[in-house]
């Protein structure tokens, strides 16, 4: 790998769109993507009694789905700077529509995950939303949109169980999915009104696919960015992952509880996310980065201490994790933009590379940590596990605010 400024794109690649999308269809977009993953958790139940299936077998509709979505994350990116962002929305929501409606009509549990992993192909649909305001917006204010554009993703995730169980109750489980097609259908009728120019179609050949990725995991730069985006998010799945294991005891086995508590951290995510939005324009990226894991660092930092100190009511564990959530909520605004601003030319495969990567990443870290609190379940070890991934987030923005220091005086 070697150390790399960013490479100018040339003329074709920096043709903007003529009307930009507004940002609440880019919002949709990316919350279309991440909604379908967890709003059908209430009905579960409900869907292997139907096709009368073993329960496990159910739940790849859940697990076998995030996978798929974090493959075509990686594909999808890099076909939509070959295509083009709109073709690629477009073909990727009308595939989830026929999904959803597959889903509904389904006659056995086979066909159902047949569909389930079809819906799926929604998944780009979130890095074509930040391709289209990174080449639409300059750097300052794309990192202040892709805030805004953070808050609609971390808030369908939260409402998707609540919908999804209210509908399962109401009106059956297939109602979840029907409502699906429509949200779809919207966002197809929408996207078809605005993203009417996209960046012009590559004229890189088939074989150079691998080489795009090739230059963008040469980027000390990228790395660094996505990095720390890994590490962030391994720090939210140690947490997800670990909090229900050791907190039980003390919230007297209270799911209710426990749900609450937890919802603290999506809540400072979300705070984050706002403040990205209202301020990542006028800070530099390196700069929200380290204040954002320094936020990070300091909250477990406390958490850890009480722990140690015995203190046992349940703030002392779940009120330093919002900081984990108001770390996160400003740093993947900084460094999505970041990100795809090391290769101009090549900002839909870095969308996609990056994302799936700070999945990946993020769900090692998660199970690795998930091992060792099998052997030691206890808070402080929680917080200990959490603090060196957090750590490690923090080393990488660092990293990033020397190189582009580096880069500033090398220009001036």
């Known amino acids: 790998m070697t150390s790399d400024s960013p490479t ?20 949709l977009l990316s919350a279309l993507a991440v909604l379908p993953i967890n709003m059908i958790l209430p009905s579960l139940p409900h869907i292997a009694a139907t096709f009368q299936a073993d329960f496990a077998l159910v739940n790849l509709s859940v697990a076998g789905y ?12 890099a076909i939509s700077d070959r295509f083009g962002r709109r073709q690629v929305v477009l073909i990727a929501l009308s595939i989830f529509i026929i999904a959803s409606v597959g889903c509904v009509l389904a006659p056995n549990i086979g066909v159902f995950l047949l569909f389930r992993a079809m819906q799926a192909c929604i998944a780009p649909c979130y890095s074509v939303a930040l391709v289209v305001i990174k080449e639409t917006s300059d750097e ?19 409402v998707g169980p609540l919908c999804g169980g209210s509908l399962d109750e109401l009106f059956g489980w297939r109602a979840c999915f029907v409502v699906l097609a429509i949200l779809g259908a919207g966002a197809f009728a929408l996207s078809m009104r605005e993203l009417r120019q996209t960046a012009a179609p590559s004229s890189r050949t088939s074989g150079t696919y691998l080489a795009s990725y090739r230059l ?26 670990g909090a229900p294991l ?7 086995g209270s799911s209710a509880k426990l749900g609450f ?10 705070l984050g996310s706002y403040l990205a939005g209202r301020y990542a324009s006028k800070i530099p990226l390196a700069t929200i980065l380290v204040l954002a894991r320094l936020l990070t660092c300091v909250g477990l930092a406390v958490g850890l201490i ?11 564990l779940f009120g330093p994790c919002m900081f984990i959530g108001l770390g996160n ?29 700070r999945i990946a990443g993020g769900a090692l870290i998660g199970s690795i940590a998930g091992l060792l609190l099998a052997r030691s379940a206890t808070i402080h070890t929680l917080f200990a596990l959490m603090l060196v991934s957090a750590l490690l987030a923090l080393l990488a923005a660092l990293y990033l605010a020397l190189i582009e220091r580096r880069m500033i005086k090398r220009v001036s």
């Open 329 to 357: 909520g400003l740093t993947m605004p900084a460094a999505n933009s970041g990100a795809l601003s090391v290769r101009p030319d090549l900002v839909g495969t870095a969308a996609g590379l990056a994302a799936a990567m």
């Open 246 to 252: 050791v907190a039980g005891d003390s919230l007297g």
């Open 8 to 27: 100018q794109p040339s003329s074709t690649q920096m043709t903007a769109i003529a009307a930009p999308p507004r940002l609440t269809t880019l919002i």
């Open 216 to 241: 963008l995991l040469a980027s000390v730069r990228f790395w660094a960015y996505t990095l720390c985006m890994a590490c962030s998010m391994g720090v939210l799945y140690a947490f997800l992952g």
């Open 140 to 158: 300052g204010e794309a990192a202040s949109k892709f805030g805004y554009l953070a808050m609609g993703w971390a808030l369908a995730p939260m």
């Open 261 to 270: 508590y937890m919802g603290l951290v999506p809540a400072g995510f979300i």
């Open 66 to 77: 995030s996978i798929i979505t974090a493959l075509l994350e990686v594909i999808g990116g």
């Open 306 to 316: 009480l722990s140690m100190l015995g203190i046992p009511h349940s703030l002392a």
